[in-house]
């Protein structure tokens, strides 16, 4: 059974401060590593994509990737109260893999509270 | 405007019924996704398409059933053998190979049982 675990929270940051989520993954053969942002009621919405080793940044947005510990987390800098949600990640093992679980493996996320 | 489109809304469906939800997207991808939510739950997976015609079970296909005649198209009928139909899901699509396959999510269809 292929697996992606990340903490199920709550995580309760006040505001201005750096958020910290992680997950970690089962199977070493992962290509793509994904987080997603769900509002309570909505449905998910993709907000980093990460393929190699190492940071990457969009706005108040870090993913970190280390393949070698099958680990990634997403750091939110500077959070705001709109920033609460539960944050959802993902990997992609590519085409072909297949059986019940598919290729797309969720966790079942991190509720995370920005407190005002 | 690219992107999936899921309808209805909303649906209530009666006992013993049958009822379909749609899934279109715009956006060429091969592979089409079904999830399964459930109030302060995960993503559970019902059926999944890498590629046109064909489609494989996920976690929880009892009770449901799919067709992929078109690449746009990824319908799910929630069958009468489904006892516990109430809830909200979730299509979504991606790119079937290679780098920059994010799965991409409709806005959900909230069913419930009446």
């Known amino acids: 059974q292929k697996e992606v675990e990340q903490n199920s929270g709550p995580l309760s940051v006040p505001e201005g401060a750096i958020a910290s989520l992680n997950c970690t993954y089962s199977d070493r053969v992962s290509q793509s590593f994904f987080w997603y942002r769900q509002y309570s009621g909505k449905s998910p919405e993709l907000i980093m994509s990460?393929?190699?080793?190492g940071d990457k940044e969009d706005g108040r947005f870090t993913a970190q990737l280390n393949k070698a510990s099958q680990y990634v987390s997403l750091l939110i800098r500077d959070s705001q109260p709109s920033d609460s949600a539960t944050y959802l990640c993902a990997v992609n093992l590519g085409a072909g893999y297949g059986g019940s679980q598919g290729n797309l493996i969720f966790g079942k996320g991190t509720k995370l509270s920005v407190k005002p | 405007d690219g992107g999936i489109t899921q309808s209805p809304k909303y649906l209530f469906r009666k006992e013993g019924q049958n009822v379909t939800l749609s899934c279109e997207q715009n956006l060429n991808h091969d592979a089409m996704y079904w999830y399964r939510q459930d109030p302060g739950q995960g993503l559970r997976l019902i059926y999944y398409s890498q590629i046109v015609n064909d489609f494989q079970k996920g976690d929880i296909a009892e009770g449901y059933s799919v067709s992929r005649e078109k690449k746009e198209s990824f319908p799910l009928t929630v069958t009468s053998a489904q006892k516990n139909p109430t809830a909200f899901y979730l299509c979504?699509?991606?790119?079937?190979?290679?780098?920059?396959?994010?799965?991409?999510f409709g806005q959900g269809t909230r069913l419930t049982v009446v």
């Open positions: 990460i393929y190699s080793n």
């Open positions: 979504a699509s991606s790119r079937g190979t290679g780098l920059n396959t994010e799965a991409f």
